[in-house]
């Protein structure tokens, strides 16, 4: 695949939806591009604004914590396995909002609550607390909305 094919295919997903350079650079060794072209796409894509990290870092973290209900440490943990980095990551975390974060995360073990049948409250605890961390929300946090929200 030469520069430009590979420009018009990378351009129009970047188009459709938010990517990040790992995203696209993923695409182009996927379609085995070269990767010195693989470099002039990506600086390509950025100039041109198709590709803008901290664009991509706004909207991955609000349609993760949004639609997925993800909390914040396994968002961040995901844009770094992204290879994104950087103190406006935490300045993005930082607008998502305390009580909606909260309440997010006491519908969560609320549902979970739901399906534990086990009468242990001991167990019932283990299990929302390493569900809720699963989900990548904090420890403290975690434990006061299970002290105050859930009958156990």
Avoid: H
Avoid at 23 to 47: C, G, S, T, Y
Avoid at 86 to 92: K, L, P, R, T
Avoid at 126 to 144: K, N, T, V
């Amino acid at each position: 695949m030469d520069f430009k094919e590979a420009l018009v295919k990378t351009s129009n997903i970047c188009a459709r939806q938010e990517k990040c350079i790992s995203d696209m650079e993923k695409k182009l060794r996927d379609w085995q591009v070269e990767p010195e072209i693989q470099e002039q796409v990506i600086n390509q894509l950025i100039k041109e604004k198709f590709i803008d990290e901290k664009r991509y870092v706004k909207f991955y973290i609000k349609d993760k914590f949004t639609f997925n209900r993800w909390g914040k440490i396994k968002i961040k943990w995901q844009l770094k396995s992204k290879n994104i980095y950087g103190s406006w990551i935490d300045e993005e975390l930082k607008q998502i909002d305390p009580d909606e974060y909260r309440m997010a995360l006491a519908q969560l073990l609320i549902q979970k609550r739901a399906k534990i049948k086990d009468p242990d409250p001991y167990k019932t605890k283990a299990s929302l607390i390493r569900y809720a961390s699963s989900r990548g929300f904090e420890p403290d946090l975690i434990y006061q909305v299970i002290e105050e929200q859930i009958k156990l």
